[in-house]
């Protein structure tokens, strides 16, 4: 058994980083949304999945017409980034904005209300998919440039292209969203806003502009995040957002809500208990418990975080706003 593990070992980690930076890339959303407006944005885990349907649009009708494999990625990255992120802006303007502006101070309102727009917004996807090609469950079309494999350290590691890909996107896209937050004009605005959002606004910054654009980006984050999910898992469904969303809100609770390192870091972790559960405990248990169990340690991780370090990893407090 110690010999089967080891084996498999090397294998587990790089997998769990793949699963890992997709949970990270959709945590970034969440946390974006959570650090100015101190709200649980549910519906971004169908944001995600609206990414993914996109992507898997492009490569369906694009796809014998763009020979190049990586060209075709990027078409689908862009237009599944630009989509998500506006479908990100019009939820907040129709349906969280009003709750601002009403002065709703009960936030178990707008947390049903983003469980609200998520039903809407699997719903209206089915309807479309449904309408368009009479099926539900989309598989990704398959294109050769994207399809490479090689494997590091004598096999130990099977490598496929597009799993490189996903790791190169995450990694660049927590860089640049780090630049963008730090150290440009927006991301000073963005701070401003999430520090106190009346002060910001007597400062001369457009509080309703800066939260439109923050969901913007994180929703395009989700689009982006839904592209490449769907090029690694290849069949989505209109309902393919449910988990991964879940388990991204419980990475960015992990990593420290609020914190864009840090939920990130949430991501990695999470992927790595996860995958290292769903190979493991089959052989541990001697096949008493299967792969499937591999989703209880997600939110059995959420509970004991919540009860040993609420303020997450990296130690992020998470402040009262009066």
Same mark, same amino acid.
């Not at 996109?54 to 796809?63: K, M, N, P």
């Not at 980034?81 to 601002?100: C, D, S």
């Given at each position: @058994? ?24 959709? %945590? ?20 995600? @999945? *609206?990414?993914?349907?996109? #992507? ?10 763009? #020979? ?9 990255? !862009? ?17 969280? $904005? ?42 990704? $079309?398959?294109?050769?440039? !994207?399809?490479?494999?090689?494997d590091l350290f ?23 969203? +780090?630049?963008?937050?730090? $150290? ?9 806003? %999430? ?7 007597? @400062? ?13 980006? #994180? #929703? ?16 989505? +469904? ?18 420290? *809500? ?5 939920? @990130?870091?949430?991501?990695?972790? !999470? ?8 190979t493991y405990l ?19 991780? !959420? ?20």
């Amino acid at each position: @058994m110690l010999e089967q593990i080891l084996v498999l070992l090397p294998q587990v980690i790089f997998d769990g980083f793949v699963l890992g930076f997709v949970y990270a890339m959709v %945590a970034l959303g969440y946390t974006m949304v959570y650090g100015v407006l101190e709200l649980i944005n549910f519906a971004h885990a169908e944001v995600f @999945m *609206i990414g993914a349907v996109v #992507g898997v649009e492009v490569f369906r009708y694009l796809g014998p017409h763009i #020979g190049n494999g990586y060209l075709l990625l990027v078409v689908a990255l !862009l237009l599944g980034g630009v989509i998500a992120g506006v479908t990100a802006i019009l939820v907040e303007r129709f349906a969280y $904005r009003p709750l601002r502006k009403r002065g709703t101070t009960n936030r178990l309102v707008p947390l049903v209300t983003a469980i609200g727009v998520s039903f809407i917004l699997q719903d209206l996807v089915r309807l479309i998919e449904g309408l368009w090609h009479n099926e539900f469950f989309l598989r990704m $079309r398959t294109v050769e440039d !994207l399809e490479g494999s090689f494997d590091l350290f004598g096999g130990a590691i099977f490598v496929q292209t597009k799993s490189l890909i996903l790791i190169l996107v995450s990694i660049l896209t927590l860089l640049g969203l +780090t630049y963008l937050v730090n $150290r440009t004009k927006l991301g000073v605005a963005i701070r401003a806003v %999430a520090q106190d959002l009346q002060t910001a606004s007597l @400062m001369g910054i457009d509080p309703d502009r800066i939260i439109s654009r923050t969901f913007l980006i #994180g #929703g395009s984050l989700g689009g982006v995040a839904g592209v490449l999910f769907a090029l690694q898992y290849t069949v989505i +469904t209109p309902y393919v957002g449910f988990l991964p969303g879940v388990k991204a809100f419980t990475a960015a609770v992990l990593g420290g *809500i609020g914190n864009i390192p840090g939920a @990130m870091l949430g991501g990695l972790v !999470l992927g790595q208990l996860e995958n290292f559960f769903g190979t493991y405990l089959p052989i541990l248990t001697d096949g008493n418990f299967g792969t499937e169990y591999k989703d209880v340690v997600a939110f059995l991780l !959420l509970v004991f975080i919540l009860l040993v370090r609420p303020q997450g990893l990296l130690g992020q407090v998470v402040r009262e706003k009066v």
